[in-house]
């Protein structure tokens, strides 16, 4: 894939628009880029402004998920705290609050400025404030007398989570079950539908385009793309040439006559298909999601170290991805024996570069190197020079060992290789080979066995008789699975059917997913005796992992969401199923004057707020193409959706539609595509199983 423009990802814009809040909203021009290098801004004597930054629980996830401790201080932030915690007076310093417009983060900050805790205050609110707590907040601060500490008040628009370049999450917890629950009042449903189109707002803000918006009828996507669509537009009415997207002066972002030039944002609904929330994945990002612990890109590792005088212990050790991770950028969406591969590629590579170093200098390692003065100067000069960057790649590559070593032990324990196999070629499985599956003492993880027979389910085209049904939940229950989830996916599988496009796989893609077991990770294994000199890995645990376990290249297929994305982006070259499937997707505007219906199209009635909705697109506008998309799923998304998306998106670029899983090689051929995923919130498999399925069953 082509490199992109700088500052082009959702990243680098959400990045570039915290180091202005860092830098006191002062307009800089470099680049986000160069977030770690930039230097303090100076006061008027020339001296560095140093401040305190103050964040309440979302503000400190977005910032976590795309800066370090390190990024903070080279911009001057001394000191940072959440709102909520005990804080002690620093009233020579000024602070910087990062916060959501809330009445207590309002009541926290006026009792702040009351107590003068620091010298001067930044206030950035993380999503727009209403007018209502405005009026609270300068009626706080004329009570106290405190309006000369306060040097700015800034709506910022960035009430959102970035965790990959291309991948964000709104951060809203249960929105599933609330949009699906028989118990959930209508205002608790308003209100969650409120907060989302607050996020996605922002979202298209900070993207600085304003979007032609598509989506399916009759459902919580509809009713969120009429509401955003109206937030829009009133924005631009009212605000005319000095609104949020007018600094954007570039053809992408203006202008209705360029409308392939502007983005599509695709909302869709989570029951559109279930099977990526719980299939067993094979990819490196998925498999750290779906096996081990990771949050706002930190991922807890647990290891088994021995005690000295016998016996061993459990500990929890946190791993941080960055950006600056160039391992986990290139290797994150592909297979993950190819990963163990790259892994072996690149400790030998650094191998090689740390030797040459040595060699030249005459020293016998690079721990030696650094206590060395009998090498001639030039030689120690410029090794001294490479040896901060060598220490980074050994402790990534150690990381990232670690990770893979966790990982496999986690395959090896659940016979995560089998499940993966068996998804694969779902719909070949017999009654027989479901119940021996589900009756396996050796496969003790009872999440695994459901999630398994929960796409099977949703796979297959009649539903099973209710005899075997019966035998099915027996066999269940016997293995230790809660039956609940299973009571709700019953009630919506027709739905999920009707809107989920299969793929059907060919010969050669079969073949392809079952390659030989027997020399799994033969990179790997050569890690044991070519391992980092700090890696605390036992050859034989790491033999024993390795051992049994089968090798699989996934199948190049497109899932439901890739298909309808294609299907919008690029009409030309989409299946006939999915354009079938789109052909009726709403269609909205936010530019277009109010009221204007497309020629030919009709009302297509109103919408679930009982507002008309002027949606229905013209053929012309149902086979417009599009270069970007920003694809929203209500209701919770997946690694493995994203992955698979990101996937297409190479192809496209490449030219190359052949092929099997993986990252296609070679340069671009066609026109690039960029598909910007996020969800209400990003789930593991096992979350979503156990917890909004779990409780929707429950309800049931």
Not at 524 to 535: C, D, H, I, P, Q
Request: with cysteine; charged share 25%.
């Amino acid at each position: 894939m082509p490199p992109k423009p700088p500052g082009n990802t959702l990243r680098d814009r959400q990045v570039a628009s915290i180091e202005k809040i860092l830098t006191l909203n002062h307009e800089r021009q470099a680049h986000a880029s160069e977030l770690s290098i930039a230097p303090p801004i100076l006061n008027e004597e020339g001296e560095p402004i140093w401040k305190v930054l103050v964040f309440d629980n979302l503000g400190r996830d977005i910032i976590s998920s795309v800066l370090r401790v390190q990024d903070l201080r080279n911009f001057g932030v001394t000191i940072h705290l959440n709102i909520n915690s005990p804080r002690h007076p620093i009233p020579d310093v000024p602070v910087i609050y990062l916060v959501e417009p809330t009445s207590e983060n309002i009541r926290l900050i006026s009792s702040d400025l009351q107590r003068s805790l620091y010298q001067t205050a930044y206030v950035n609110f993380l999503s727009s404030i209403p007018r209502s707590l405005l009026e609270e907040f300068a009626a706080q601060t004329a009570q106290n007398n405190t309006s000369d500490k306060i040097a700015q008040v800034y709506d910022q628009y960035l009430n959102f989570i970035v965790s990959e370049p291309e991948l964000f999450s709104l951060g809203f917890k249960d929105v599933y079950y609330t949009l699906n629950s028989v118990q959930t009042k209508e205002d608790i449903i308003e209100s969650c539908v409120d907060r989302i189109v607050g996020g996605l707002f922002s979202l298209v803000v900070t993207l600085g385009q304003i979007p032609i918006i598509r989506c399916p009828k009759d459902n919580a996507a509809a009713l969120i793309a009429q509401k955003l669509d109206r937030k829009l537009r009133d924005h631009i009415l009212n605000s005319r040439d000095n609104n949020l997207f007018s600094k954007y002066n570039t053809p992408s972002s203006t202008g209705h006559s360029n409308l392939s030039s502007r983005p599509v944002l695709i909302l869709l609904d989570r029951n559109i298909d279930l099977i990526p929330m719980l299939s067993h994945s094979w990819t490196y990002q998925s498999l750290v999601h779906d096996v081990l612990d990771m949050r706002l890109n930190r991922i807890t590792v647990e290891t088994i170290e021995d005690i000295p005088g016998g016996g061993q212990k459990i500990s929890k050790k946190a791993y941080d991805l960055n950006s600056n991770d160039s391992f986990w950028a290139k290797n994150a969406g592909v297979p993950f024996p190819q990963v163990a591969e790259d892994i072996d590629i690149e400790l030998t590579k650094y191998r090689e570069d740390a030797d040459s170093i040595t060699r030249k200098t005459g020293a016998a390692s690079l721990e030696d190197l650094q206590n060395d003065v009998g090498a001639s100067a030039q030689h120690l000069k410029a090794a001294i020079t490479q040896l901060p960057e060598l220490r980074d790649r050994k402790a990534n590559l150690d990381m990232h060992m670690n990770i893979a070593t966790a990982l496999l032990k986690g395959i090896k324990d659940r016979g995560l290789d089998t499940f993966y196999q068996t998804e694969e070629n779902i719909t070949k499985q017999n009654k027989a080979q479901l119940l021996e599956i589900i009756s396996d003492p050796e496969r003790k993880n009872a999440n695994d066995k459901m999630r398994l027979f929960i796409i099977w389910y949703l796979s297959v085209e009649n539903d099973p008789p209710k005899s075997d049904m019966s035998e099915y939940e027996a066999a269940l229950k016997q293995a230790g699975c809660d039956l609940a989830p299973l009571v709700y996916i019953r009630k919506v599988r027709e739905v999920t059917r009707m809107t989920m496009i299969t793929t059907t796989q060919t010969s050669q893609q079969a073949m392809a997913t079952t390659s030989t077991g027997g020399d799994l990770f033969k990179g790997f294994s050569s890690l044991v005796s070519n391992r980092l000199a700090s890696t605390t890995l036992v050859p034989s645990t790491l033999d024993n992992l390795i051992s049994n376990v089968k090798n699989f290249l996934p199948a190049n297929r497109d899932l439901t969401v890739t298909k309808i994305v294609e299907s919008l982006m690029d009409p030309t070259s989409s299946s006939s199923s999915a354009l079938q499937k789109t052909e009726n997707y709403l269609y909205f505007d936010p530019r277009s004057p109010r009221g204007t219906v497309p020629p030919g199209s009709g009302l297509a009635g109103l919408g679930p707020d009982g507002r008309p909705i002027h949606g229905g697109p013209s053929f012309g506008q149902r086979r417009q193409g599009f270069t970007e998309a920003v694809v929203v799923m209500v209701g919770g998304g997946c690694m493995e959706e994203y992955g698979n998306l990101q996937e297409w998106a190479r192809k496209k670029a490449q030219g190359n539609t052949g092929g099997v899983g993986g990252i296609v090689g070679g340069q671009a051929a066609g026109l690039r595509r960029r598909v910007v995923y996020g969800a209400t919130e990003m789930l593991s498999p096992e979350r979503f199983l156990n917890g909004e399925v779990k409780r929707l069953g429950e309800d049931v």
